[in-house]
């Protein structure tokens, strides 16, 4: 089996696990979000928990930056380095890494707080059973989401660092 053909297939499973993520998300949004003063206590946590991150992600933002820059020097002068666009395709992964991790956990803050008040609600209608239930369906929407994006992005800068080594062997990539 070829790079290529393993890519494809990452990409394949990684779409069917987005696909399904946005299935789990849709039977969550199904359940009702609840009384006024319930809505609103959402909202504020929900505004807060974004405050949060965007603070949280400009500090992380700088740290990422000059963690790049740090890999891409020390890779571009490393002895054991194929060629001289070594550090750029390592700082590149990173960087591509860390904004996908950014996105999934902005994404998964706002999808758990948006199950938080549905869950309550259908604990208070219907029980137990209904509001693990809507649980489920807001954490498997997270989990699934977070796993089809690192696929999803680990393959695809697999074959872009892969484009011209071609020619090397197993061993040497």
């Not at 696909?19 to 006024?36: C, H, R, V, Y």
């Not at 740090?70 to 395709?89: A, C, Q, Y």
């Not at 219907?126 to 997270?142: D, M, S, Y």
């Not at 989401?145 to 062997?169: E, K, R």
Request: contains cysteine.
């Amino acid at each position: 089996m070829t790079h290529v053909q393993m890519v494809a297939i990452s990409l394949i499973i990684g779409a069917f696990g987005t696909a399904f993520a946005s299935i789990l998300n849709g039977q969550m949004k199904n359940f009702p979000t609840g009384n006024d003063l319930m809505n609103k206590i959402s909202h504020e946590i929900r505004t807060g928990a974004k405050r949060f991150l965007l603070t949280e992600y400009k500090y992380l933002c700088v740290f990422c930056v000059v963690l790049t820059i740090l890999l891409v020097i020390l890779f571009s002068v490393h002895e054991s380095k194929i060629d001289g666009t070594d550090g750029v395709r390592k700082g590149a992964c990173f960087i591509v890494g860390a904004g996908l991790s950014a996105a999934a956990g902005f994404s998964g803050m706002l999808t758990a707080t948006s199950a938080n008040v549905r869950t309550t609600q259908a604990a208070m209608d219907n029980g137990l059973t209904a509001a693990l239930k809507c649980a489920f369906a807001g954490g498997a929407t997270i989990g699934f989401s977070v796993v089809s994006t690192g696929l999803c992005g680990v393959s695809l800068m697999f074959w872009l660092c892969s484009l011209g080594y071609t020619d090397l062997t197993n061993a040497e990539r």
